[in-house]
């Protein structure tokens, strides 16, 4: 898989931009503020049609501008395809999504098109934040190999605001709709009955892999990584039966709570180190073997279930790594397009065919990006054909 165009227009601090990316290794130098992570920050959002730095859409459009758009011209399997996401903040519907210059009927159609890792230094709290990073992390990962898990995610995610908003209601007035309370929790139950399996076969696959990779970097074989999962039912057999009727006995106490205490939304995944939980005792050397074991474990599942290797996007970390672990990083990256930013390029000694482009403010706060070292000729189709939307 390999991002061949990557053109933006009024996205975050860019009036325009048009890149011929390398297929290899692209560095992004510059210095804090300049604009490196609002390039990684489009690819992801081509992935899936959101941002890893904030949930509000309005925040990444160019305050110039009253759309932004960001798209790729994708080769995958020897197929080219254009992918771009449209964002207007004054439009009802927001966000929209475009494939092959065609407009998609649901974010949902974005996804599997554009497969991407990302790892940031937010990811080396993967071990000691609270259980809603780990499932951002799975959660993250899963919508891009499967569009049905993607499609219950949405679902849960309604079901349960209307719950609690009808919790919160009960609790003010004193009465709960109980025939309104069981049809958003048979709706749960429902699409927890998709995400449950799909979170158990993946976390028990990443869990195997990143063990592999944890003792390979950490070279001490008394220290063992594992993954589990924290799931809300036991087994996935009759799953939405079991999760209705929980939710059904919990009812009075989550009215008074005010909020849903039982579901998918409360899940977690463990990390162990020699049967010993890591967020309890865990050194920072462990905790960042632990959060790059997981990333490049995320990336060969990837490879492994779709036969291609994703994007990697590198924002920020290496100066977070020691040079062990930094190394390994490197060496996994040899076949996968990566884009990395960082403020020195030292910190990528040793990292073969790569392109590095220079990223700096003009004088009216908009970012633009100069080519430093083109690394080995790629072919550069014409831009003239290249009208994402």
Avoid at 86 to 101: C, G, Y
Avoid at 206 to 220: H, N, P, T, V, W
Avoid at 255 to 261: L, P, V, Y
Wanted: some cysteine.
């Amino acid at each position: 898989m390999i991002i061949e165009i990557l053109k933006l227009k009024d996205f975050r601090n860019y009036d325009e931009l048009t890149l011929s990316p390398h297929p290899g290794v692209n560095i992004f130098l510059g210095q804090n503020g300049s604009g490196k992570t609002n390039l990684l920050e489009a690819i992801h959002y081509c992935a899936l049609g959101r941002s890893h730095r904030t949930s509000l859409d309005r925040e990444v459009v160019n305050k110039q501008g009253q759309a932004g758009f960001a798209g790729v011209t994708l080769r995958k399997n020897g197929i080219r395809t254009d992918i771009a996401v449209k964002l207007t903040p004054e439009d009802p519907k927001k966000k929209a999504v475009f494939i092959n210059r065609k407009r998609a009927g649901r974010l949902s159609d974005l996804m599997g098109h554009v497969q991407c890792v990302i790892f940031s230094p937010e990811d080396l709290m993967l071990v000691k934040e609270g259980p809603s990073v780990r499932r951002r992390y799975i959660d993250m990962m899963l919508s891009q190999l499967s569009t049905g898990y993607f499609v219950a995610l949405q679902q849960y995610s309604k079901a349960l605001e209307q719950r609690n908003a009808l919790l919160r209601e009960a609790k003010k007035t004193g009465q709960a709709d109980d025939s309104m309370l069981e049809a958003f929790e048979s709706a749960m139950a429902r699409h927890a009955a998709v995400i449950i399996p799909l979170r158990r076969k993946y976390i028990a696959l990443l869990g195997q892999e990143a063990a592999k990779i944890y003792a390979s970097i950490s070279g001490r074989k008394k220290e063992t990584f594992s993954m589990t999962y924290d799931c809300c039912v036991q087994s996935d057999e009759h799953t939405d039966q079991i999760l209705l009727s929980v939710l059904k006995s919990r009812r009075k106490d989550d009215i008074f709570r005010g909020s849903s205490t039982f579901g998918v939304h409360r899940e977690d995944i463990s990390l162990w180190l020699s049967g010993r939980e890591m967020k309890v005792f865990a050194s920072q050397g462990q905790i960042r073997t632990a959060a790059l074991s997981m990333k490049l474990a995320q990336l060969e599942i990837f490879r492994r279930e779709t036969g291609e290797s994703p994007i990697l996007l590198l924002d920020d970390v290496m100066s977070e790594l020691d040079m062990t672990r930094r190394t390994r990083l490197l060496g996994e990256i040899s076949g996968v397009q990566t884009f990395i930013t960082c403020t020195d390029e030292s910190d990528l000694e040793g990292c073969r065919e790569k392109r590095s482009y220079r990223v700096s403010m003009t004088d009216k706060g908009t970012a633009r990006i100069q080519e430093v070292s083109a690394g080995e000729q790629v072919e550069k189709e014409s831009m003239d054909d290249i009208d994402f939307i």
